[in-house]
């Protein structure tokens, strides 16, 4: 089993920025590739970015990318953050992080492949 715990949610301005942590513990002893997701009430979970197992490779959906980064803090991805800049209104929502050991990264944008999830932090983001 692997836990996932995030934070670094709150409330902020449109234009201004957050920085959210995701950190991995339990069975950490192989990379996963871990991916962010969002949702917002009443929509479908929305994938936003993911970082592949060996930190090569990262992906960002259209609505994000140029205003948010994925980064991992080692080679295991235990400690994997989302900066996300130029914030609006319509970023509001529940955000999760997400874990798999599958290493296809062909479906990373599929919410479907990930195993583990966090219990998700509540980003809300004021006109």
């Known amino acids: 089993q692997v836990q996932l715990v995030e934070s670094g949610g709150g409330l902020v301005q449109a234009g201004g920025s957050l920085s959210l942590s995701c950190v991995a513990s339990?069975?950490?002893?192989?990379?996963?590739?871990m991916g962010w997701f969002r949702q917002a009430p009443g929509k479908e979970r929305e994938f936003l970015s993911a970082?592949?197992?060996?930190?090569?490779?990262?992906?960002y959906a259209d609505s994000v990318r140029g205003r948010f980064t994925i980064s991992s803090a080692n080679t295991k991805n235990t400690v994997v953050r989302l900066q996300m800049n130029i914030l609006k209104p319509e970023d509001s929502a529940v955000y999760y992080c997400?874990?798999?050991?599958?290493?296809?990264?062909?479906?990373?944008?599929?919410?479907?492949?990930?195993?583990?999830w966090g219990q998700g932090t509540q980003v809300t983001v004021s006109s």
């Open positions: 970082i592949s197992h060996d930190g090569r490779t990262v992906y």
């Open positions: 339990g069975r950490t002893f192989s990379p996963y590739t």
């Open positions: 997400a874990a798999t050991l599958t290493r296809s990264l062909a479906g990373v944008r599929n919410a479907l492949i990930y195993d583990y």
